[in-house]
T-cell receptor
Framework: DTGVSQDPRHKITKRGQNVTFRCDPISEHNRLYWYRQTLGQGPEFLTYFQNEAQLEKSRLLSDRFSAERPKGSFSTLEIQRTEQGDSAMYLC????????????FGPGTRLTVT | AQTVTQSQPEMSVQEAETVTLSCTYDTSENNYYLFWYKQPPSRQMILVIRQEAYKQQNATENRFSVNFQKAAKSFSLKISDSQLGDTAMYFCAFMNPSLTGNQFYFGTGTSLTVIP
């Protein structure tokens, strides 16, 4: 098992463009989380999936954000019409429901909106 | 709402010495979990140690131990025999298993530097 992976690791985009990030969780994990981390802050919860169902979304997740997890495997996070305030590290984590509650984090995707 | 406070933005410690990172949290729940995660520079977060609130015994993992004071809502991390590889951001996190999704609430982190 190679752990949680995220792609790309870095993304630079111009304001107004759309971006999409991918997360591949640990294969047997049925829960998948997206967090956002800005400089000097801890990660903040965005959304969570159990299998393919998106069960909770934070108020931080504006209408410009959408996440999917088709077939309960990898997940994508799309940001439409990016704004400079979207610049952050986007972290993905996975866990096993009914397990130890530990979340395993990926390396993150650093987004810079110019 | 759950809040987690880490009041030490930066700390340093001499190699081989002991350092304690502080964390306080606010919750009305009785059953919850607390975690310390380590985030080395440009690397992903990894779990350091975990504590279940219903357990009175403080968790220990090799050189890492916690001082869990439930009544005071305090959860400090002690690192003994500090090593250069301990240099990282350390985040305290709270999780309430009765909430849908079991999402983590993180503090703002403490940047620890181990000085050779």
């Amino acid at each position: 098992d190679t752990g949680v992976s995220q792609d790309p690791r870095h993304k630079i985009t111009k304001r107004g463009q759309n971006v999409t990030f991918r997360c591949d969780p640990i294969s047997e994990h049925n829960r998948l989380y997206w967090y956002r981390q800005t400089l000097g802050q801890g990660p903040e919860f965005l959304t969570y999936f159990q299998n393919e169902a998106q069960l909770e979304k934070s108020r931080l997740l504006s209408d410009r954000f959408s996440a999917e997890r088709p077939k309960g495997s990898f997940s994508t996070l799309e940001i439409q019409r990016t704004e400079q305030g979207d610049s952050a590290m986007y972290l993905c984590a996975s866990s096993l429901a009914g397990g130890s509650y530990e979340q395993y984090f990926g390396p993150g995707t650093r987004l810079t909106v110019t | 709402a759950q809040t987690v406070t880490q009041s030490q933005p930066e700390m340093s410690v001499q190699e081989a010495e002991t350092v304690t990172l502080s964390c306080t949290y606010d919750t009305s729940e009785n059953n919850y979990y607390l975690f310390w995660y380590k985030q080395p520079p440009s690397r992903q977060m990894i779990l350091v140690i975990r504590q279940e609130a219903y357990k009175q015994q403080n968790a220990t993992e090799n050189r890492f131990s916690v001082n869990f004071q439930k009544a005071a809502k305090s959860f400090s991390l002690k690192i003994s025999d500090s090593q250069l590889g301990d240099t990282a951001m350390y985040f305290c996190a709270f999780m309430n298993p009765s909430l849908t999704g079991n999402q983590f609430y993180f503090g703002t982190g403490t940047s620890l530097t181990v000085i050779p």
